[in-house]
């Protein structure tokens, strides 16, 4: 079996992660978190989004927690559209997200426009967000499954990828959006990808809505990729998915790696820490295995 020796977490908790809690967590809160998360030993995270206030009011305060950011990581913000750039533009920040799905359906309910129109008005703003230095990573949503279409094409899914490589991007982020993937799937998507997409960044991203997001990660390491997207405390979901239960536990992932002998660099003691800054702010309980355990089996 080919595995690989080290692996890089991605944390995706404080984006991802809060984006669909209904109450607004106080911006100081999601600094501290963020700051925990650090000291842990991540290295690179999704800290925030420049989305409409409107429709995702827990990212509203963007600009601060931007600004606040911690400088020795890779702070990642997501943006949507050229309106979203903008607002980055008045931050120092040069490292950014941008997402399509590979659905049109998905797409049209999360920022109202078909995936061809979200690429025809990408593509420029990867050009000259490269051109000036940036680093981009290309968030591929339903990239297995859609909420409202069912199963994706992976032909569909491996053309977009294509499409971002071309376009100029530095990291492509293939999501399981809705958590139904298999790890057959898993496998055999991320095969293509490495095979056919060799020279740049890969990383998968699993939700584990059916409690399956760790044996999908078991099949992707198979497959050669040693990146994931992972939520301190397995919290998220998507406002646009109905039914999409959170990200898998950064946690988890963390500790089952290390017991099959893979470095992440991440400290499991310090990553509780970070995650007791959250949980009293959440609107539902953590879910993760290592969190309930290092509590003794509840939470406090």
């Known amino acids: 079996m080919s595995l690989p020796e080290k692996v890089t977490i991605i944390e995706v908790g404080p984006r991802d992660g809060l984006q669909n809690e209904d109450n607004f967590i106080d911006t100081e809160t999601k600094k ?7 000291l842990a030993g991540i290295q690179e995270m999704e800290i925030t989004s420049f989305v409409s206030p409107k429709w995702v009011p827990q990212m509203k305060d963007a600009v601060s927690i931007v600004n606040a950011r911690p400088r020795e990581v890779r702070a990642i913000a997501l943006v949507p559209n050229r309106k979203g750039i903008e607002k980055l533009l008045e931050t120092d920040c040069k490292d950014i997200a941008v997402f399509v799905g590979v659905s049109d359906s998905f797409n049209r309910k999360n920022i109202n426009k078909s995936t061809r129109e979200s690429m025809a008005e990408l593509k420029p703003i990867i050009a000259e967000l ?3 230095g940036f680093f981009i990573r290309a968030c591929i949503s339903t990239a297995f499954y859609c909420p409202y279409e069912g199963k994706v094409s992976t032909l569909d899914t491996l053309k977009l990828c294509h499409e971002f490589a071309k376009a100029g991007v530095d990291e492509l982020s293939a999501a399981d959006t809705i958590g139904m993937a298999t790890p057959i799937e898993s496998f055999l998507l991320f095969s293509k990808l490495k095979k056919e997409l060799p020279t740049i960044q890969l990383t998968a991203h699993f939700h584990d809505t059916r409690k399956m997001a760790l ?3 078991f099949a992707a390491l198979q497959a050669g990729i040693d990146r994931f997207d992972t939520s301190a405390g397995g919290i998220g979901g998507c ?3 109905p039914g999409a239960s959170g990200n898998v536990a ?3 992932v963390v500790y089952m790696l290390g017991r099959m002998g893979i470095e992440t660099g991440v400290d499991l003691d310090r990553l ?7 949980t009293p702010h959440l609107s ?4 993760s295995g290592f969190y ?3 509590k003794g089996g509840h939470q406090p």
Not at 272 to 278: E, L, Q, R, S
């Open 130 to 132: 490269k051109a000036d």
């Open 239 to 241: 406002p646009f998915a």
């Open 32 to 38: 501290e978190f963020i700051k925990k998360l650090e």
């Open 250 to 252: 950064t946690e988890d």
């Open 272 to 278: 509780v820490d970070a995650i007791d800054v959250i």
């Open 292 to 294: 309930r355990f290092s």
């Open 215 to 217: 044996a999908n990660i």
């Open 284 to 287: 539902r309980k953590i879910d």
